[in-house]
């Protein structure tokens, strides 16, 4: 890693942080840009200052605490947490570290170890970071190369997520023939492959080897090819992989991803842990999937607090309503209204032609262009191409555009 890192104390003492502070300024890796302190708005200002480490000094060491540990390595899943630990409570130190801390060292040690325990962690951290060829993914970006990614997203399960993401990666390759894939990242029971009549030959699960090495070729060599031209990366078949793939190699994978395609759907579903939320940092667009009822409107409503939490942009996120109906269910405008929010696009329910879609694997949008699930997804396509031409256009327009209308 380079010299340089960012790093902020949080605490709640500020003689304690001052402290701190000090010791900090004898290492040549580290620069201690702020002291945040303890509040409701923590979190936020943890995020907007986007350290690189984050030391917790942990003398006020309480249950309370450990929550919060949980809660920055969650939001803030690549920023290295040292705790500066309470003398003689290890059980307090255990509980860190189960919650996401990755070291700590001691209140009375702290002056003389704190410096050098950075070092090694960092030092760890470099090693055991995938190797992404960051040069090329640099240069792609300022070539303008770099594709976009789309997460189909929601907060609550069996909403429609799969169906939405199978028939809009196809839709997009359709409309525009441009390189399109489709990561599913629902690396325990994915549908991808079912709903797409695929055999899943190779997946994700071939790159755990190479985690440390992953070059865009490895990438290339696990991914299938769908008939309607759409590139496609399945999860591991083995629950046992499964749960070795962890969040940075997702992140790389999905990297590599834009490098090679123009679009790049994922289909995300409604889980949401650090790999989830490295995903949705790194999308262009995320559409929220809900069905009209409160279960999951309630579920919707607390994500998009979170998504301004996490201080996207509005136009990062759109709603798309699904199983609606003229006849039943909350309406639109009044689930807009309520939100504030718009609804991006609706998709009836149809139940006959999207079982049959699923249960013989051809997607609705090929063989049924015409129906109106069909045209929905096909509107979300041209959504999205018109706000990545927005985006990349000389005379770009405010990105709201249609992409948020009612
Ligand atoms: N517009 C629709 N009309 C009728 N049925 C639908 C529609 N959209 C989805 N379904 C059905 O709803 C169920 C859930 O769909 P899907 O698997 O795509 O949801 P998901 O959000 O990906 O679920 P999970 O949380 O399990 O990943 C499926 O049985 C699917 O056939
Ligand atoms: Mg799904």
Redesign the pocket.
Known sequence: MPAGYKAVILSDSASGSARLRRTLLSSANVNVVDAVPLGPDTLTALRSREPNIIIVDAAWGSKADVELIRSIATVLPTSLIVLVAPDGDMEYAQQALLSGARGFVTQSSAESALVDALDQMLQLETSRRPRLPLDERSRAEAEGREGRLISIF?AK????????AVNLAVALRKHTEEAVCLFDC?LH?G?VAVLLNLWPQATLGELLPYADDLTPELVEEVMLTHNSGVRVLLPPTAFEEAEKVDPALVANVVEILKQRHKFVIA?V??RLDSTALAILDSSFRIVL?TTPEVPALHNLRRMLQLTEDLGYPREKVAILG??FSAGWGIQSTEIAETLGYPISVT?????R???QA?NRGVPFIIDAPRSA?ARAVSELAKLIVESDREQEGPESPPARSRWLRS
């Open positions: 929601s399960g069996g909403v429609g997520c799969t169906v939405i629902d029971f549908n289909d579903g409604a999937v699904n199983r998709l009836p329910s149809d139940g032609l999207v079982t699923a699930p």
